[in-house]
C-alpha cells in the first residue's frame, strides 16, 4: 500500500484543480474527463429529422466542467433524437492556443458523450411536447452541457504556416519582401 504525506496530497489536489491548456508542444486529457461546452449556432431536431452529422460544439467558462480547453477550439459530434434528450457523440477537435506571438494548432480525433450537468447521459432540450412524446428538441449558444471523454486525448502541435510566415517576418529585419522598408518620400504639404 502507498502511504501519501499530507504534502504530497496537497500537491496532488491543486495539480487536479489546474485547468487543462496546451503546455507547449501538446494538449492531453484523460479518459473519463469532462468539458464544459455548448452549440456554435441554435440546433434542432424533430421526430421527423431525428439526426444531424458534424454539428459544432465549442467550450464554454458558463458552466464547470472538470477541465478547460483553450478558448479557440471547434469539436464535431454526431446528434441523434433519444425521446426528450439529445445524445451527441463527438468525433474531432481543432483548438489553437496563442500566446502573445505564437499560437500551436492541435487537431485530432476524440471519442466523446453528451451528459448533463448532473452526468445522465443525452441533453436534456424538448421544447414541445414530454417524454416520448416530444415532437422537438432544441440548443441555443449558451446552454451549457459536458462531454464525457471515453479515451484519453494526446495531441501534438501542427505546423503553423502562419507562425511560420510571421517569424519570417520577424527575422526579416527591414530586408526583402516579407518585410519592405517604407521608401522615403518627399512630404506633399512641404511642396
Partial sequence: MIKLTRSALTLFAIAMSLPLSAQADSLSLPAGASVAVEVVDTFTLTPDSASQSDVLLKPTAAASGEYDLPNHCLITADARLDGERIRFSASTL???????????????????T?????????????????????????????????????????????????????ERRRQANGAGVANPVPAERPDPDTQ
Avoid: K
Fill in 94 to 112: 481543432t483548438c489553437i492556443e496563442a500566446n502573445a506571438d505564437d499560437s500551436a494548432i492541435f487537431s485530432g480525433e476524440l471519442s466523446a
Fill in 114 to 166: 453528451a451528459e448533463d450537468l448532473d452526468g445522465n447521459i443525452g441533453v436534456p432540450a424538448c421544447v414541445d411536447g414530454s417524454g416520448s412524446d416530444c415532437q422537438r428538441v432544441e440548443l441555443v449558444p449558451g446552454e451549457a452541457f459536458q462531454l464525457r471523454l471515453r479515451n484519453d486525448i494526446a495531441l501534438e502541435a501542427q505546423e503553423n504556416p502562419s507562425a511560420q510566415i510571421n
